[in-house]
Structures are given as C-alpha cells and as structure tokens.
C-alpha cells in the first residue's frame, strides 16, 4: 500500500490495454445499485448502498466523478484520490434526502507512468476488489475493508466461514457511509499480458477464487473471460448485482512490444496481502 503524496507526475508514453465490462442485476434485486466505469486510464466499479435508490445514485456519482480522468492518457495517485474526495464531498450532500443515508464502495485500477515505466495504479474502499493475473502470479491485490476480513486477519474466521457469515455484507469504510471514507492505494509495475479484474462483492459472493483465476488464465479474450464471470455469478444464486471489468496490458511503456499470447498456465502463487486492516466503524448495505 502507498502514500498518496509518493505519487510522481506523469512520464511520457502509457499503457495500452484492451477491455470489458459487464453488469447484471441477478436475480434477486429489483435494481442494479452497481456502477462502472471502464475508459483508459481509469476502470472502476462502485457498489452503491442506501435506501430509495441512494446506492444507484452514490455509484453514479463515483462514476461521474472518475470519468473526468479519462480526458488525460495517465493518472497520478494524487488526481484519483482528488476524485475520491470530490465524490464523497456530493455523495455527502445527499444525506437529507434520504432516510438512509447513500454510500458507495469504489474498487479500481489506473495506468500512471513514472521515470519512463508503466505501473497499475490500484486503489480501494470497501468491499469491492481488484485481482491481478500476471504470469505465474494470481492474487487480491485489494484488502477489503469488511466485518469479515478483520476476523480473519485476527485469526477467528476462515475464507470458508467468511462466506456464509451473516456479517458478510458489512463494510468498515465506504464512501459517504460512516466517518471512514479513506481508500487504500497500491503502485505495481505493469507487465506486458498482466490481466486485472475489478469487481463488485456479487461476483466474489458467489464464485470462488480459483475459479476466478481459472477463467482469467484462459485463452479467451477479455470480453468472453467478462462474460463468463458474470455468468458463473449467475450460475451460482445471482443474490446480489454483479459487476466485472476486464483488462489486458498488449503494450507497457519501458517494457515495449505487443501481448504474446494468452496468460501462462502455470500454478498460481498466493500473493495475498497480509497487511491488517484496522477496526473501523460499520456500515451495512440495503438488502432490496
């Protein structure tokens, strides 16, 4: 994890990418409160919550607020955090109209370049989640921000028992729902063939993470491998919205050439973040 204000300005070149994004409202919920957005430098997704369509409307705002960067080929972490909290100053603005007040977990990478080198910008709050495929190496680069995960990092609940614990949809930190709207950020070194997925908790909900990077290693470009989560989503309960955005590096700045081929086949590694995430005040989501 990193400090915002380590971030260097851009350098020149980029990253070039190839994408999709994919949403569904399952099969149970009567709106989709998830939002994405999924336009170089910038892919997100924002998993609204709150009452009388407050989660949709906080999402949204995530969004709206995001897509400015896309006017510019990289970003910093300086100008995503300044999005962040511009989207908690007007999604905080909404607190009097609703009986609950409207929130919204925020999950995303960016392409940023520094010294001439292309890095994934990864940033999160709340329980939406980033993963990397990256040769032989598939991991969670987010922490969620959860009931759940601080269990587990204190050692009193294992990934099984955390996937049917009734606190399973609590969050610790959201933006605009509780005090605690603070994100964590991550700055990885791009590789030519990496694949990142950001998703919303009704992929992760439902479908393992083995079989998460089952689909990722395959040879399937990313608007088959974005289709089949949504599907595998669905295929498992579809209780709550699903929402994946896909994408593959062909080309990184200080790295040169075009994507070889598919992802390797080689066993994953667990790469899984040990850092401790702290107790935090806690917000639950609306279950429409």
């Known amino acids: 994890m990193i400090d915002p204000s380590l971030a260097a300005p851009d350098g020149p070149g980029t990253i070039r990418v190839v994408s999709t994004a994919r949403t569904h409202v399952g099969h149970v919920r009567a709106t989709n409160e998830d939002s994405y957005l999924a336009d170089a430098p910038v ?37 995503m955090s300044d ?12 607190g009097g109209e609703t009986q609950q007040g409207a929130g919204t977990t925020v999950a995303a990478v960016a392409t940023a370049v520094e010294d001439g080198i292309g890095y994934w910008v990864v940033m999160n ?8 495929l990256s040769g032989n190496l598939f991991e969670q680069v987010s922490m969620d921000h959860s009931v759940v995960q601080e269990l587990m990092n204190r050692g009193d609940l294992t990934p099984e028992e955390a996937r049917v614990h009734p606190y399973r949809h609590m969050v610790t930190r959201a933006l605009g729902a509780g005090p605690d709207s ?44 974005g289709q089949d989560l949504v599907r595998l989503a669905l295929d498992g309960g579809g209780r709550d919205n699903v929402t994946v955005v896909v994408l593959e590096a062909t080309e990184v700045v200080g790295h040169g050439g075009l994507v070889p081929g598919a992802a390797s086949e080689a066993p994953a590694e667990d790469g899984t973040s040990e850092e401790d995430t702290q107790p935090r005040p806690v917000a639950e989501r609306s279950r429409d």
């Open 182 to 225: 603070e994100p964590d950020f991550w700055l990885i070194p791009a590789e030519v063939g990496d694949r990142m997925l950001v998703c919303s908790d009704g992929l992760t909900g439902e479908v393992e993470d083995r079989m998460i990077e089952r689909v990722l290693r395959s040879s399937a470009a990313v608007e088959s491998i």
């Open 125 to 132: 709050l709340g329980d939406s989640r980033v993963y990397r």
């Open 43 to 79: 892919f997100l997704v924002a998993d609204g919550m709150g009452g009388h369509n407050a989660g949709e409307v906080a999402s949204a705002i995530a969004v709206e607020e995001f897509e400015k960067l896309t006017l510019q080929s990289t970003v910093t972490v300086a100008q």
């Open 83 to 94: 999005a962040l909290r511009g989207a908690g100053e007007r999604i905080g603005a909404l």
